[in-house]
């Protein structure tokens, strides 16, 4: 098995980058290696995550696309996973990482994806729903917001007591397992 060089897009705290890290420290993500954390966020914690692992990192401009595909190429990454990416990636990108690049995210899509379905507001909307059950998804990056796709996922119940606090929280524990399980699914086929 070749070693597997993956960039990792954050915009935030990067729990999902330290399910990601975690995983390829002990074997669960075998033959890969984190090679390069990039954020559109100078104060994103997931920065100091990455430094605190030795993870090579940078903050680019979202409209940065020269610097974005150059960044890439200088890493020779080989796929591209979105960890809490609040931002569109330009098309460019998508079609030079066709079907290597996975986004996560926090609900049953196609259900409460798209523009303004994010964080908080995902969980809010499930509930205001009334849906019975939530989870992550894992899918591909293509040129729409969260329309790629779909890799798998995994469900959780939502309970009548629940917030959109606590139900973010029990969907976040499953988006981590979602993400290596993804990443394996598809860069070791």
């Known amino acids: 098995m070749s070693l597997i060089n993956l960039a990792v897009l954050i915009s935030g705290s990067g729990t999902n980058l330290q399910a990601i890290i975690d995983a390829v420290e002990t074997g669960k993500i075998p033959s890969a290696k984190v090679a390069i954390v990039i954020s559109n966020r100078a104060g994103a914690y997931g920065l100091e995550r990455a430094k605190k692992h030795g ?28 960890a809490g990416y609040l931002s569109i990636l330009p098309p460019e990108v998508v079609k030079e990482y066709k079907n290597k690049i996975i986004n996560i995210h926090p609900s049953l899509l196609p259900k409460y ?67 290596v399980e993804a990443i394996n699914k598809i860069f070791y086929k």
């Open 55 to 82: 993870i090579n990192n940078v903050v680019l401009d979202k409209n940065n696309i020269t610097g974005l595909l150059e960044t890439l190429k200088n890493h020779e990454v080989d796929g591209i996973v979105l």
């Open 113 to 179: 994806g798209g523009k303004g379905f994010y964080g908080i507001k995902v969980h809010e909307a499930v509930l205001a729903a009334g849906e019975k059950e939530s989870g992550a998804t894992a899918h591909f990056v293509d040129n729409g917001i969260d329309t790629g796709t779909m890799i798998l996922q995994k469900k959780v119940k939502v309970l009548k007591s629940d917030t959109a606090e606590s139900l973010q929280k029990k969907v976040l524990k499953v988006e981590h397992i979602v993400l």
